[in-house]
């Protein structure tokens, strides 16, 4: 099974900072990773998929970005409501699995 | 509008069992394959089994192979999860999701993403 590794496993910072995420893949996925966002209680929400495209409606604030097997969410400006937990998930073969995730709390 | 949403959670014993459901709506839910995914309370997410759009090819995690089964009603738009033998770390909250998929120009295989989620739905089991 493909292992995804995210670091960090928690973040602190302001409004108006720029954070990254970084997953790694145990092996070559080419760009089949996706990056979701959840808030408690709620489903996780899809923000980016192939690695670096964003869905429709996420603001441009959020980009995704990929290295051989790295692969790095980025928000700039981070924004109140950007605060929440964020995972990334691989799709080159089944098991799907995730990263541990990342949670991005308010400095 | 695309939705997705679960029933048939709830309390059941160690060692029972129980069958979530996930109703589909608002697209041709043949043509997508499917996947359920848990959190356990305070936890990451797991994916838990994946079902093609046909229902022929089924994929499961090493945690649940052989306990659950996944299956699906095209006629219907359902998706269901049966769980066997449950244990006390299967206590969770079961979200749906369907696998959306776009092809590239590159020629290779498509990209995929889980986009809609369902609401989810909590499976506790209890000692």
């Known amino acids: 099974d493909i292992q995804l590794t995210q670091s960090p496993s928690f973040l602190s910072a302001s409004v108006g900072d720029r954070v990254t995420v970084t997953c790694r893949a145990s092996?070559?996925?080419?760009?089949?990773l996706a990056w979701y966002q959840q808030k408690p209680g709620k489903a996780p929400k899809l923000l980016i998929y192939?690695?670096?495209t964003l869905q429709s409606g996420v603001p441009s604030r959020f980009s995704g970005s990929t290295s051989g097997t790295e692969f790095i969410l980025t928000i700039s400006n981070l924004q109140p409501e950007d605060f929440a937990t964020y995972y990334c998930?691989?799709?080159?073969?089944?098991?799907?699995?995730f990263g541990q995730g990342t949670k991005l709390e308010i400095k | 509008e695309v939705q997705l949403e679960e029933s048939g959670g709830g309390l059941v014993q160690r060692g029972g069992s129980l069958r979530l459901s996930c109703a589909a709506s608002?697209?041709?839910?043949?043509?997508?394959?499917m996947s359920w995914v848990r959190q356990a309370p305070g936890m990451g997410l797991e994916w838990v089994s994946g079902i093609s759009g046909s229902g022929v090819n089924t994929y499961y995690a090493d945690s649940v192979k052989g306990r659950f089964t996944v299956s699906r009603d095209n006629s219907k738009s359902s998706l269901f999860l049966q769980m066997n033998s449950l244990r006390g770390e299967d206590t969770a909250v079961y979200y749906c999701?369907?696998?959306?998929?776009?092809?590239?120009?590159?020629?290779?295989?498509?990209?995929?993403?889980?986009?809609?989620w369902g609401q989810g739905t909590l499976v506790t089991v209890s000692s």
């Open positions: 998930q691989q799709f080159h073969s089944y098991p799907y699995t």
């Open positions: 999701a369907r696998r959306t998929f776009l092809y590239d120009s590159s020629g290779s295989p498509p990209h995929h993403w889980l986009d809609p």
């Open positions: 192939a690695a670096s």
């Open positions: 608002g697209f041709t839910f043949s043509n997508y394959a």
């Open positions: 092996q070559g996925i080419n760009t089949y």
